[in-house]
C-alpha cells in the first residue's frame, strides 16, 4: 500500500521508507477499512441526519480527495464532497478518472450539483490515471506514478491543497505519504491514531498504534505519545491530555522489554503529562486521553473492541423476554440499542489521521459511504483550522528528535 518517487540521492530515506512499507503494507491495508472517526463532534443522530457545524474560520481550505479510493468509489465520495462543501468552508480537489467521475455523477443524479460547484471554484476535478486497487501491494504506487492517490498527495506536497483524504488502500496512502511528503524530521514511523469511545461520550481516547508497526522499538513508542499529544491537544481540545502505556498490569515493573524501556523514557518526558501504565480494562474508561502501544497490539485491541457493537446487541436481543411483551420491549428499547452500537462502531465516524508524515493525511475505511466522508473532510479541515502541522513541526525542536 505504499509509493514511492524518491530523488535518486535519498537512498537512506528511501531504505528507511521500504522497510515501513514492508511492515505496515499487509496489516494497514485492511486495519482501516472499517475505521472511521470523528473526533469532536457526532455527525448522526438516530435518522442518520448530519448535525451542522458552524467553524470558526471563514478562510475556505483546499482539501485533495482520492475520488477513486474505496469499495464505492467514485459515487458516495462525490457525494460527501459535495456535502461537505455545503457545510464547511472548504473547497475539493476531487482527483481520479474525470470520464468515469461524469458518467457516476449523472447516474446518481449529482451532475448538475457537481457543475455548479466547479463553477463556483470550489470544486475541481484533477485527472488521474487508474487508482490502486485494495487488493494491491503497497508497492504498487511506485508502479502506478498517475493512481489518484499519488496525484492528491502531490497536491499537498506543492501546497496546493492542505489536507488530503482517502477511501481507498491504506496502506498506498502511508506509502505515498511517506514517499511524496517525507516523515516529520526525528519521528522513525508514522502511526495511525485511531478514536475509541468511552464513557463519557465526548471524549473519546486516542489508541495508537493500531496497525501501522507490528514491531516497534521503545523510541517509537515515545514518539507515538509525543504525535497522540499533539493531536488531542489541537483536534480533541484537551488542555493537558493523560497519557498511558497499554500494558498488562499498573506497576512500573510489569510488562516485557518494550514496556519497561518504554516507559522509562516516558517517565523521563517533561513534555507530556505520563500517568503511567494503562491496562485494557482502563481503555475506555476515559482515565485516559492517548493510548500508546504497539501495531500489533493496537490493531487486535481495534479488531476486539469491533466485535463488541454486535455482540452486545445479540446477548441483548436474546436476553428480552418472548412473545408479546418482548415485542414491546423491543420497540422501546430499539432506538437506544441503535446509539448504543453507532457509539462501538467504528463504521459510523469518518476518518484517521495518519500520524508522523510531513502533512494532514485522512485514512477513511473502505466502505465509506457519503456520511462517512463529510466527517472524515469535517476531521480534515479541524486539523488545519487548529495548526496541527504547525504544532507537530514543532516537535523537532525537541533534544530526543535531534540525536
Known amino acids: 500500500m505504499l509509493q514511492a518517487n524518491v530523488v535518486s540521492g535519498a537512498g537512506s530515506v528511501v531504505s528507511t521508507a521500504s522497510s515501513v512499507v514492508s511492515s505496515a503494507g499487509s496489516l494497514a491495508k485492511n486495519t482501516l477499512q472499517p475505521l472511521v472517526f470523528d473526533p469532536l463532534k457526532r455527525l448522526q443522530n438516530n435518522e442518520n441526519q448530519i448535525t451542522d457545524d458552524h467553524c470558526s474560520s471563514k478562510e475556505r481550505v483546499w482539501i485533495a480527495v482520492d475520488a477513486m479510493g474505496g469499495d464505492h468509489a467514485p459515487g458516495p465520495i462525490l457525494e460527501g464532497c459535495l456535502d461537505a462543501i455545503s457545510r464547511f468552508p472548504i473547497n475539493i480537489k ?19 450539483i457537481m457543475d455548479k460547484e466547479i463553477e463556483n471554484n470550489r470544486l475541481e476535478l484533477v485527472a488521474s490515471g487508474p487508482p490502486i486497487g485494495m487488493n494491491e501491494e503497497a508497492t504498487a504506487v511506485r508502479k502506478k506514478k498517475d493512481a489518484s492517490i499519488n496525484i492528491a498527495m502531490d497536491l499537498v506536497k506543492n ?27 526525528g519521528i522513525e514511523r508514522p502511526a495511525i491514531g485511531a478514536l475509541f469511545p468511552t464513557r463519557d461520550q465526548s471524549r473519546p481516547v486516542l489508541v495508537l498504534d493500531v496497525g501501522a508497526n507490528t514491531d516497534c522499538k ?7 505519545a509525543l504525535l497522540g499529544n499533539i493531536y488531542a491537544k489541537d483536534v480533541l481540545q484537551v488542555k493537558k491530555p493523560k497519557i498511558g502505556l497499554l500494558n498488562i498490569g499498573e506497576e512500573d515493573c510489569k510488562g516485557n522489554e518494550l514496556s519497561l ?10 513534555n507530556l503529562n505520563f500517568l503511567g501504565n494503562c491496562e485494557g480494562r482502563d ?12 501495531g500489533f497490539t493496537g490493531n487486535i485491541l481495534l479488531k476486539f473492541l469491533e466485535s463488541v457493537g454486535g455482540v452486545l446487541l445479540d446477548i441483548l436481543r436474546a436476553e428480552l423476554p418472548r412473545g408479546r411483551r ?7 428499547l430499539k432506538s437506544n440499542l441503535i446509539r448504543i452500537k453507532k457509539r462501538l462502531d467504528h463504521a459510523e465516524h469518518g476518518g484517521a489521521l495518519l500520524l508522523g508524515v510531513n502533512g494532514i493525511c485522512v485514512i477513511g475505511h473502505g466502505s465509506s459511504k457519503s456520511l462517512s466522508v463529510v466527517s472524515a473532510l469535517r476531521l480534515a479541515h479541524s486539523a488545519v483550522n487548529h495548526d496541527v502541522m504547525e504544532h507537530l513541526n514543532q516537535l523537532q525542536k525537541l533534544p530526543v528528535l535531534n540525536r
Open 326 to 332: 418482548g415485542k414491546v420491549g423491543s420497540a422501546f
Open 159 to 185: 501546497n496546493q491543497a492542505k489536507a488530503v483524504y482517502s477511501a481507498g488502500n491504506s496502506g498506498a496512502l502511508m506509502a505515498s505519504a511517506i514517499f511524496r511528503i517525507g516523515r516529520l524530521k
Open 94 to 112: 476531487f482527483v481520479g478518472q474525470i470520464k468515469k467521475i461524469k458518467q457516476i455523477s449523472e447516474e446518481i443524479g449529482l451532475r448538475e
Open 218 to 224: 521503545p523510541t517509537y513508542l515515545h514518539q507515538f
Open 283 to 294: 481503555v475506555l474508561t476515559g482515565d485516559f486521553d492517548v493510548v500508546v502501544c504497539d
Open 261 to 270: 524501556k518504554t516507559f522509562q523514557l516516558l517517565s523521563n518526558e517533561n
